[in-house]
C-alpha cells in the first residue's frame, strides 16, 4: 500500500495527492515546466504542447492532460522534450511581431521569458506576420492579433470566469483567429471591459489602454490643477512593479510618487467608499423598510453593471443607484475644490488611479458635461509612469494623503476585496462606535469565497440573507437560482474579477493565485491598522454630509447617485424585412431581441406582416427586426414612425400602424 | 404573399421555424445554420446575431462555427455555384484548365469569386469522390464528369440560355 501515491519525476520518487493532472505534481517537485495556455483557474486546453513530458512505456504527452498514477516513470527534460519545446517557441516567434523593444508588455511577456530560459537564440523559420491593424474601438483594451499566439487563455477566461464568450476563435488551419463576433472592435461588442483576457494573455494580444501620455500633457499645463485618487487594491500590488512583495502597503510611497510626477493633491478613493457605504446601507434600510427592490446589489463594480444593463433588464431596479466610490470622488472634488482654491472647474484635472479596465470605460460613458473622473490610469500605468520619470520608487519616503478626502476608515479600504462591499455596510448596520468602544466589526464569515457564498448575518436582531460573489458567470448562477427557487436575499455583492479589485486586470502582470491572495491579506491588514473601522465613524465623511452634501436639496442625490439603461450587446445591427418603394414610407421596427422575444414579439412581427401583405401596404412601410430598443422592462417594443410603444399587443400594434399610416396620408 | 418585396420577411419567418423545429438547442447549430443557409444562399450577418441571441449562444461562437466550416458562406453565393475539383486524380487530369476557363469565361478570382450579376460563384473542392471519372465539376447538384474547358463552357451557356427562358417568363 506504500507505493500507491508514488510516482518517479527523472528517477526521483515523489509522492502526489489529488493534485488536478501530472503538470501540478511537477511543479510541486520544484520543477517548472514551461506553459502558455494552462491557468490553474480555467479549464485544462492542452494546446501550447509546451508542458510536454516523456512517460515510460507511453511516449511524450502534455502533462497537463494527464492524471497522476502510481507508479509513472517521468522525464521532464530530455534532448527530445528540450529540442520540441524550442521548435515549438521558433514556429510561434516565426507568427510573432516580434518589435519587443517597443512594446509594453516586454518585461513582463511569457514568450519572451520562455524563448531566453529556453535557450532559443535563432528563429530558423521565415517569418509570416501579417501586419494586422490592432483594435482600438474599446475605452478599456486594445486587441494586437499581431502578437496573438492562439493559446485560448483569453478565450477561455471570458466564457468560464464571465459567462460572456466576448472572443471567439474564427476560422481554420493557418486562417485561425481570435476575434470578436464578425471581426468588429471590441467597443462594438458585448465586452465588459474587466479585461480578464489581458490578465491571463502571455502575450501583448490584449492590454489594458494605456493613457500615461494624456495624463503627462495635463501635468506638463501650468494652468490646469491634476488631482489623483488611489483605489485600495492599487497600494498592495505597485510593488510588484519595483521588486517590492505583493501585499506589502505602499499608500506613502504612492503619495510620494505622484507628488514627485506633479500632482497637486493626493486622495484616497476608500475615502468615497465610505461614502458609498454611508448611501448604500442608507437604500438597503429604505428598501427593506419599504419592502420594494429587493435584493440590492452592489454597483461598485462597473464591468458587472455593464454586464447587467446588457443582461438583465430586470434586475436594472435592483442596482443600487449609488455611483462608484471612484465617481462619487471625482464629482465631490469638482464640486467642492473649485470654491476652496478659487479656481475654475474646468481647470480641475482628476485623475483615478485603478486595478481596474472597465473604470476606463465607466469614466468614459459619464456624458455630464464635467465628467466626473477625467482619466483613468491603471496601476501598470502608473507603474510605468513612475519608471518614465526615473523616481526610485522603493526608496522612497513615504507620504500621507491629502485632507480632507484622504482620511479613511478600515471599511473604505476592504472594498478591494470580494466580501468587502458586504462587510462593510454590514459593519454600518452593527450601529455607530460609542466612546471608542469598538463593537465586533470584523464579518470573517464573507471573507475568502470560492466565487459564490450565501451568508446568513444577524444584527441587532435582525437576519440579513446576503450573498457574495465574483466572477460574472458566477453571477449569472445565482440569478437563475433566484429566479427558479424563489430564494430571498437582501443583499447581493458581485465584483467581475476573481477576488475582487486585488485580481483586476490593471495590476501588474502576475499569473498566480498566490500573489492575488497576498494582495488581499494585505488590505485586511491596512483595515487592522488604521484606528477607525466603520465608515459613519469617519469625521470628515459627517463634515462633507453637514458642509455640503445635506446643504441644498438633492445635493447628494445629484453628486452621489446615477441611473441605468438598457444596452445593446452588439451596436448597429438590424434585419430589413419589408422595403416599401412608396414615395413615403413609415418605419416600422419591431424588437427581437431575448427579452423582447420571451415575451413573444416574433408572433406579434409574423402577425403585423401577415397583416401587410393582407392589405397590400407593403409600398408604404419599412419593416425591420431589430435586436434591442433599450427597453426591456416594457418588452414587446416595437416602433412605428416616431411613437414607441411599450408592452405591445397584435391590437396595439396594428391600431397605431393605421393611424400612422392616416397622418402620413394625410400630409401628402 | 408571393409579392418580392415579401421575400426577406418570408426568409425570417423561415429561420423562426428552423430554429423552433430544432426546440432553439445550442446543440443543433449546425444543421440550423446549413437550413438557414439554403433560405439565403448565404449567412447574413445580422441572421447570425439573431440566431446566437435566440439560441443563448455567444455571436462570437456562431461565428466561429460559420467561418470554421468552408461549407457555410459568410457573402452571399451565386444562384450556381461551380465546385470544380482539384484533387489528386482531377489535378493530373488538367483540372486548372477548367478552372482557367471558368475565371477567364466568367470574369472571377479567387478572392472575387462570384459574378456581379450573382449568377454564378466558382470554388474549388479537394476531392468529390468521384476520381473515375475526373476531371469532375459540380455545378448545384449536377455532376459533370470527365470535364473539358470546352464542355465547361457549353455548361455556362445552357445555363445562361436557361435564365434567359426564365426571365421572359417572367
Known amino acids: 500500500m506504500e507505493t500507491k501515491n508514488i510516482l518517479y519525476i527523472n528517477g526521483r520518487e515523489t509522492s502526489f495527492n489529488g493534485e488536478r493532472n501530472l503538470l501540478e505534481v511537477i511543479r510541486k517537485a520544484n520543477i517548472e515546466i514551461p506553459t502558455f495556455c494552462y491557468h490553474s483557474e480555467l479549464s485544462v486546453y492542452g494546446a501550447c504542447r509546451l508542458c510536454l513530458v516523456d512517460i515510460e512505456g507511453r511516449g511524450l504527452l502534455s502533462s497537463c492532460s494527464v492524471k497522476p498514477e502510481a507508479g509513472m516513470k517521468i522525464q521532464t527534460h530530455t534532448k527530445e522534450i528540450r529540442d520540441i519545446r524550442k521548435i515549438s517557441l521558433e514556429l510561434l516567434l516565426a507568427n510573432h511581431d516580434r518589435s519587443c523593444t517597443s512594446c509594453p508588455k516586454s518585461s513582463s511577456c511569457k514568450l519572451q521569458e520562455l524563448s531566453n530560459k529556453l535557450g532559443v537564440s535563432e528563429i530558423r523559420y521565415k517569418s509570416t506576420t501579417k501586419n494586422i491593424p490592432p483594435d482600438y474601438s474599446s475605452e478599456a483594451l486594445v486587441r494586437d492579433p ?144 419599504e419592502n420594494k427592490n429587493l435584493p440590492l446589489m452592489s454597483s461598485c463594480c462597473p464591468a458587472w453593471v455593464k454586464y447587467a ?24 472634488i469638482k464640486e467642492t475644490l473649485p470654491e476652496s482654491l478659487n479656481i475654475k472647474k474646468e481647470n480641475i484635472v482628476v485623475v483615478s488611479i485603478m486595478p481596474c479596465t472597465a473604470k476606463k470605460f465607466e469614466a468614459f460613458k459619464d456624458d455630464k458635461k464635467t465628467k466626473d473622473v477625467d482619466y483613468v490610469l491603471t496601476t501598470q500605468e502608473l507603474g510605468m509612469m513612475i519608471k518614465q520619470a526615473g523616481i526610485d520608487f522603493a526608496s522612497l519616503f513615504p507620504e500621507s494623503f491629502d485632507m480632507p478626502y484622504g482620511f479613511k476608515t478600515g471599511a473604505g479600504i476592504i472594498f478591494g476585496n470580494s466580501g468587502g462591499v458586504t462587510e462593510a455596510v454590514l459593519r454600518y448596520l452593527q450601529g455607530e462606535t460609542n466612546n471608542g468602544y469598538n463593537s465586533k466589526v470584523d464579518f470573517k464569515e464573507v471573507r475568502d469565497n470560492d466565487g459564490i457564498k450565501e451568508i446568513e448575518i444577524g444584527i441587532n436582531g435582525n437576519v440579513h440573507r446576503t450573498a457574495v460573489v ?32 486585488v485580481g483586476g486586470a490593471g495590476q501588474p502582470v502576475c499569473f498566480d493565485d498566490e500573489t492575488r491572495k497576498r494582495r488581499a491579506k494585505g488590505l485586511y491588514e491596512a483595515d487592522k491598522m488604521l484606528q477607525l473601522h466603520k465608515s459613519q465613524d469617519n469625521p470628515y465623511i459627517k463634515e462633507l454630509y453637514e458642509n455640503v452634501l445635506d ?17 445593446k450587446r452588439i451596436l448597429e445591427e438590424e434585419i430589413s424585412l419589408i422595403k416599401g418603394n412608396g414615395d413615403e414610407t413609415l418605419d416600422v421596427n419591431v424588437c427581437v431581441g431575448t427579452s423582447c422575444y420571451l415575451k413573444g414579439s416574433q408572433d406579434i412581427l409574423h402577425k403585423m406582416i401577415n397583416y401587410i401583405g393582407e392589405k397590400g401596404l407593403s409600398d408604404c412601410v419599412n419593416v425591420k427586426a431589430t435586436f434591442c430598443f433599450e427597453n426591456c422592462d416594457n418588452g414587446p417594443g416595437i416602433s412605428i414612425g416616431s411613437e414607441k410603444l411599450s408592452k405591445c399587443t397584435i391590437k396595439k400594434a396594428i391600431d397605431t400602424l393605421e393611424r400612422k399610416l392616416e397622418e402620413m396620408k394625410s400630409k401628402i | 404573399m408571393s409579392d418580392k418585396q415579401f421575400l426577406n420577411a418570408r426568409k425570417f419567418s423561415k429561420v423562426c421555424e428552423i430554429m423552433e423545429k430544432h426546440s432553439y438547442s445550442a446543440n443543433k447549430l449546425i444543421p440550423i445554420l446549413q437550413e438557414v443557409q ?56 488538367n483540372s486548372h484548365k477548367i478552372i482557367d476557363a471558368i475565371k477567364k469565361r466568367l470574369n472571377v478570382t479567387e478572392e472575387k469569386n462570384t459574378t456581379a450579376d450573382m449568377l454564378f460563384t466558382l470554388e474549388t473542392v479537394s476531392c468529390l469522390g468521384a476520381c473515375g471519372i475526373a476531371p469532375v465539376v459540380v455545378i448545384n447538384e449536377t455532376v459533370h464528369p470527365l470535364m473539358t474547358p470546352e464542355k465547361i463552357n457549353t455548361a455556362i451557356d445552357q445555363i445562361y440560355e436557361t435564365e434567359e427562358v426564365n426571365e421572359l417568363s417572367n
Open chain 1, 470 to 501: 465574483y466572477g460574472l458567470k458566477n453571477a449569472k448562477s445565482l440569478l437563475s437560482k433566484i429566479k427558479e427557487s424563489g430564494k430571498k436575499f437582501d443583499f447581493i455583492e458581485v465584483m467581475a474579477c476573481p477576488g475582487g479589485c
Open chain 1, 309 to 332: 444593463e446588457q443582461y438583465y433588464p430586470e434586475y436594472l431596479n435592483n442596482l443600487s443607484t449609488c455611483k462608484s466610490p471612484q465617481q462619487m470622488l471625482g464629482a465631490v
Open chain 1, 551 to 567: 446643504k441644498g436639496e438633492h445635493k447628494a442625490h445629484i453628486l452621489l447617485h446615477t441611473e441605468y439603461k438598457n444596452r
Open chain 2, 38 to 93: 439554403e433560405e439565403y444562399r448565404y449567412l447574413p450577418e445580422e441572421v447570425l446575431i439573431f440566431i446566437a441571441i435566440s439560441l443563448d449562444l455567444s455571436p462570437a461562437r456562431v461565428y466561429g462555427v460559420a467561418t470554421f466550416y468552408s461549407h457555410f458562406a459568410l457573402k452571399p453565393k451565386g444562384k450556381y455555384i461551380i465546385r470544380v475539383c482539384d484533387g489528386t486524380a482531377c489535378h493530373v487530369k
Open chain 1, 146 to 289: 499581431n502578437k496573438c499566439i492562439l493559446c485560448g487563455d483569453c478565450v477561455r477566461a471570458c466564457e468560464e470566469i464571465q459567462g460572456i464568450g466576448a472572443i471567439d476563435f474564427a476560422y481554420r488551419g493557418s486562417d485561425v483567429a481570435v476575434m470578436p463576433a464578425f471581426n468588429k472592435g471590441l467597443g462594438k461588442v458585448e465586452c465588459v471591459d474587466c479585461g480578464q483576457c489581458a490578465r491571463v494573455c502571455p502575450t501583448n494580444a490584449i492590454m489594458p489602454k494605456i493613457q500615461n501620455d494624456e495624463v503627462w500633457k495635463e501635468l506638463d499645463n501650468k494652468e490646469k490643477i491634476v488631482v489623483a485618487q488611489i483605489a485600495p487594491a492599487v497600494r498592495v500590488a505597485i510593488g510588484e512593479m519595483f521588486n517590492i512583495n505583493s501585499g506589502e502597503i505602499l499608500a506613502g510611497q504612492i503619495t510620494a510618487a505622484l507628488k514627485m510626477l506633479g500632482f497637486k493633491y493626493v486622495y484616497d478613493t476608500s475615502f468615497s467608499a465610505d461614502l458609498t457605504v454611508m448611501e448604500e446601507a442608507k437604500e438597503l434600510k429604505t428598501r427593506l423598510t
